[in-house]
C-alpha cells in the first residue's frame, strides 16, 4: 500500500480532482452553448425541448408565478436582513404549452415592463416594445417550482390537472453566461490532463526507480 501510495503524485491528483469538479459543473453547458441558439420567436412558434439553447428578445411574457429570495442572517443577535428578490419565474409561452422563464435581479423591470405590454397586446394595443435580451438553456423545471407552475395554470389559464398531468414535467429557460462556462470548462480540461500527465510521470519514474532498487538488490531481475 504505502508502494502504492508513493507512486502517486500529489499535486497531480490534486490538478486531476479539481479539474474533474470543473467539468462536472461546466461541461453540460458548454455543449448547449456550442449549439444552434433558438430565437425566443421559434420558442413562440414551435416549443421547446430540454438542452436547447434559446438567445434573443423575448417578444411576450405572462405573469410571474414564483420568486427566489435571499437574506442575510446574523448569528450574534439572530436577526435577518429583509429578504431581497433574486430571481423572478415568469411563464412564457411556447408553442402550445407555456414554460418557466427565470429572470434575474437585473432584469426583473424589464420583464414587469414586458408583461404589461403583452397583456396590453392581448387586449388590443400595439406589439410589445420592451427589449429583454436572454442567451439561456433549457432544463426540466425543480420540482419545488413544478407545483407553483401549475398553480399558476390551473388559476389563470384554466387548465385541468389531467391536461397538465398529460404535458409532462414543465421546462425552465434558465439565463446562462456561456462564455464563462467555456472558459471554466476548459480550465477544467487543462487541469485534468494536466494532473493525469503528472500522474503519469510519477507512476513511472518511481517504478523504474524500484525496478532499478530490486535490480540492484537482485541481479537476476537485472
Known amino acids: ?3 502504492f501510495m508513493g507512486k502517486i503524485s500529489r499535486a497531480g491528483l490534486i490538478l ?7 467539468l462536472w459543473f461546466a461541461l453540460g453547458d458548454a ?3 456550442f449549439k444552434p441558439a433558438r430565437s425566443f420567436d421559434d420558442v413562440l412558434e414551435d416549443g421547446l425541448k ?6 434573443g428578445r423575448v417578444p411576450y411574457l405572462l405573469d410571474y ?3 427566489l429570495q435571499t437574506w442575510t442572517e446574523n448569528s450574534a443577535n439572530n ?3 429583509p429578504a431581497k428578490t433574486s430571481a423572478r419565474y415568469y411563464v412564457l409561452p411556447a408553442g402550445e404549452n407555456y414554460a418557466g422563464l427565470r429572470v434575474g435581479t437585473q432584469n426583473i423591470p424589464a420583464a414587469g415592463n414586458l408583461v404589461d405590454e403583452t397583456y396590453g397586446y392581448l387586449a388590443g394595443a400595439g406589439e410589445p416594445t420592451t427589449v429583454l435580451e436572454i442567451d439561456a438553456r433549457v432544463v426540466e423545471m425543480e420540482e419545488e417550482l413544478v407545483e407553483l407552475f401549475r398553480d399558476e395554470m390551473k388559476e389563470y389559464y384554466d387548465y385541468t390537472d389531467q391536461e397538465l398531468e398529460s404535458m409532462g414535467t414543465p421546462l425552465m429557460v434558465e439565463p446562462r453566461a456561456f462564455t464563462a462556462v467555456r472558459v471554466i470548462c476548459g480550465l477544467g480540461l487543462a487541469f485534468l490532463l494536466l494532473g493525469i500527465l503528472l500522474l503519469v510521470r510519477r507512476w513511472r519514474k518511481i517504478s523504474a526507480a524500484y525496478r532499478q532498487a530490486q535490480a540492484a538488490y537482485d541481479p537476476e531481475l537485472g
Open 31 to 33: 455543449i448547449i452553448s
Open 65 to 67: 408565478f414564483g420568486s
Open 79 to 81: 436577526s435577518r436582513t
Open 1 to 3: 500500500m504505502n508502494n
Open 50 to 55: 430540454a438542452g436547447d439553447h434559446v438567445s
Open 16 to 22: 486531476a480532482i479539481i479539474g474533474g469538479v470543473l
